[in-house]
C-alpha cells in the first residue's frame, strides 16, 4: 500500500471519529491531530450556519429586490443579536474549556446552566423590541416606504424569536468549550435541514400553509433553530456529552454568573463594535439605491459562506487555547494557534483565487438582474483579496478569546472599525464620490490591519497569563 493511500486511509479515519465525537482528549498527543480532530465538526457546524443565509437569500430573491434589501437591512440589526450571543459564547466557551483542562466537569456544567439563563434574559428584551417596532427598525436603517410595508413581518418575526439565535450559539459554545464539537455541528445539520425544509413552503405556500413572502424566511429560520434548540438541551439534560445538566444546577450561582459576566463583557463589547460597524455601513449602502443594497447583501451572504468555516477553525484554536491553560501547557496552546493559522490560511487563499475570478457568475446564482450582479461581484473581489490576512486574524483574535482574554481584541476593534473603517468609508463613499467602493475598500483595509495588530500583540504572549 502506498504512502498517499496510508494518509487518506488515516485522514478518513480521523474524520468519522471527528464527526462522531470518539475524541475529547485535546492536551496531550498530536497538536496537528487535535487540531484537524476539532476542525472538521467546527467547519461543518459553520457551514451550516452559513447555509442559512444563502438558502434564505436564494429563495427571498425570487419574491422581489424589496425582500432581499429587507433581509439585508434587517440582518444589519441582529448582527447586534449576534454581538450579544457570540459575546456571551466567547465566555462560555473560556470558562467551559478552562474548567474542562482542569477536570472540573462540575464547574463546566454549572457555567453551561448560568449562560442559559443569561441568554435567555437578553433574548426576552430584544422580543418585546422587535415585536412592537418592526417598522421603525428598518426606517431607522434607511428602508423606503415601499420596502418597510413588505417587509416588516421578517424583522418582526425574526427579532421577536431571537431566543432561538441566542440558545443555538451559546449551547453550542458549550459544546465547543467541552470539546463535544460534533454534537453542535449536529445541532446545525438538524436546524438547517428544516429551514431548507420549511423555507419555500411558508415563502411560497404549501397546502394550507398561506405564502408569507419573505417573512415566510423568517418563520422556517425560527421554527428551524427552535427544534435544534430543543434538541441541544435534550443532550445537556440526558447528559449524551461530556456537560450533563442536573436538576441541581438549575440555579443562580452568583458566583459564577459573574465571573461569566465579567469575561463576557469584553466579548460583548467586542462584537458591538464590530457589527455596529456593519450597522452604519449598511445605512451608508442604502444611499445608492435598492438594487446596489441588494447586490451587497448578496456578496456578503456568500462570503459568509466561506468566513463561516474559518471561523469554525478558528473555534477550535479557542478550544484547544483554554483546554491547554487549564492543564498549564501554554507553550501547546502557542503552538496550536499558529498551526490552526495556516491551514485557515490555505483555505481562505483558494477561495479568494474563485471568488476573483468567478465573482459575476456567483452572484448571478442569487439574480438576473445586471445591476445587482455588478454592485455584488465588485464587492466579492474587492473583500475577497484581503481573504489570507482574515485567515490569521481570525485564529489569532479568537485565540485571545479562549484564553479568556475578551478585553485585547475588543480594543483593536475600537481602533479598527470605528477610529479607522467608519470614516475612511463614509469619506470614500461620500465625500469623495467613490461610491459603494468606498465601502468596499474601507472593510478591506480595516480588516488588514485587524490582523497585523493582533499578530503582533499575540506574540507578546500575555494572552498565557490570563486567568478565569
Known amino acids: 500500500m502506498s504512502k498517499s493511500t496510508v494518509t487518506i486511509s488515516k485522514l478518513y479515519s480521523y474524520f468519522k471519529q471527528a464527526v462522531s465525537g470518539k475524541e475529547q482528549e485535546y492536551t496531550s498527543g498530536s497538536i496537528r491531530k487535535a487540531v484537524f480532530m476539532l476542525s472538521i465538526p467546527m467547519i461543518l457546524e459553520m457551514l451550516m450556519e452559513s447555509i442559512f443565509a444563502v438558502v434564505d437569500i436564494f429563495y427571498v430573491s425570487k419574491v422581489s429586490v424589496n425582500a432581499v434589501a429587507t433581509i439585508g437591512l434587517t440582518e444589519s440589526v441582529v448582527t447586534l443579536v449576534y454581538a450579544i450571543a457570540i459575546g456571551l459564547s466567547m465566555a462560555a466557551t473560556a470558562i467551559v474549556a478552562r474548567r474542562i483542562g482542569e477536570k472540573d466537569k462540575e464547574g463546566a456544567s454549572q457555567a453551561a446552566v448560568q449562560v442559559i439563563f443569561l441568554g435567555i434574559a437578553v433574548a426576552a428584551i430584544i422580543s418585546v423590541i422587535g415585536i412592537l417596532f418592526p417598522k421603525e427598525i428598518l426606517a431607522l436603517m434607511g428602508g423606503e416606504p415601499d420596502l418597510i410595508a413588505e417587509g416588516y413581518g421578517y424583522t418582526q418575526v425574526l427579532l421577536g424569536g431571537n431566543v432561538t439565535i441566542m440558545l443555538l450559539f451559546l449551547i453550542n459554545a458549550v459544546f465547543r468549550g467541552a470539546g463535544d464539537a460534533s454534537i453542535a455541528m449536529w445541532t446545525l445539520i438538524v436546524s438547517n435541514g428544516l429551514n431548507i425544509i420549511l423555507d419555500p413552503m411558508f415563502i411560497f405556500g404549501f397546502g394550507p400553509i398561506p405564502a408569507f413572502g419573505v417573512e415566510g424566511a423568517a418563520i422556517a429560520t425560527t421554527i428551524g433553530r427552535g427544534v435544534a434548540v430543543m434538541f441541544q438541551l435534550m443532550v445537556l439534560f440526558f447528559g449524551w456529552s461530556q456537560i450533563k445538566v442536573r436538576m441541581k444546577d438549575l440555579v443562580l450561582r452568583i458566583v459564577v454568573l459573574f465571573n461569566l459576566i465579567k469575561v463576557s463583557l469584553g466579548g460583548i463589547g467586542q462584537f458591538l463594535i464590530g457589527t455596529s460597524s456593519w450597522v452604519f455601513l449598511m445605512r451608508i449602502m442604502s444611499e445608492f439605491g435598492s438594487e446596489t443594497l441588494a447586490g451587497y447583501t448578496i456578496a ?17 484554536a479557542a478550544t484547544l487555547v483554554g483546554q491547554n491553560l487549564g492543564a498549564k501547557q501554554p507553550d501547546r496552546a502557542e503552538q496550536s494557534v499558529w498551526k490552526t493559522g495556516k491551514y485557515c490560511a490555505y483555505f481562505m487563499g483558494l477561495v479568494s483565487i474563485a471568488y476573483l475570478v468567478f465573482a459575476p457568475q456567483i452572484i ?27 485567515a490569521y486574524g481570525m485564529v489569532v483574535i479568537n485565540s485571545f478569546n479562549g484564553a479568556g482574554d475578551t478585553t485585547t481584541p475588543t480594543i483593536i476593534n475600537f481602533v479598527c472599525f470605528w477610529l479607522f473603517q467608519l470614516p475612511f ?24 490591519l485587524i490582523s497585523v495588530i493582533a499578530i503582533i500583540w499575540f506574540k507578546k504572549g500575555h494572552w498565557k497569563a490570563k486567568k478565569v
Open 300 to 316: 456578503i451572504r456568500v462570503m459568509m459562506f466561506t468566513f463561516m468555516p474559518a471561523w469554525g477553525m478558528s473555534n477550535a
Open 425 to 448: 468609508a463614509y469619506l470614500m463613499a461620500i465625500s469623495f464620490n467613490f461610491g459603494p467602493t468606498g465601502v468596499f475598500l474601507a472593510i478591506v483595509l480595516a480588516e488588514v
Open 364 to 390: 448571478s446564482w442569487f439574480t438576473t438582474q445586471p445591476d445587482v450582479i455588478e454592485q455584488g461581484s465588485l464587492c466579492l473581489r474587492i473583500i475577497a483579496a484581503g481573504y489570507i490576512f482574515y
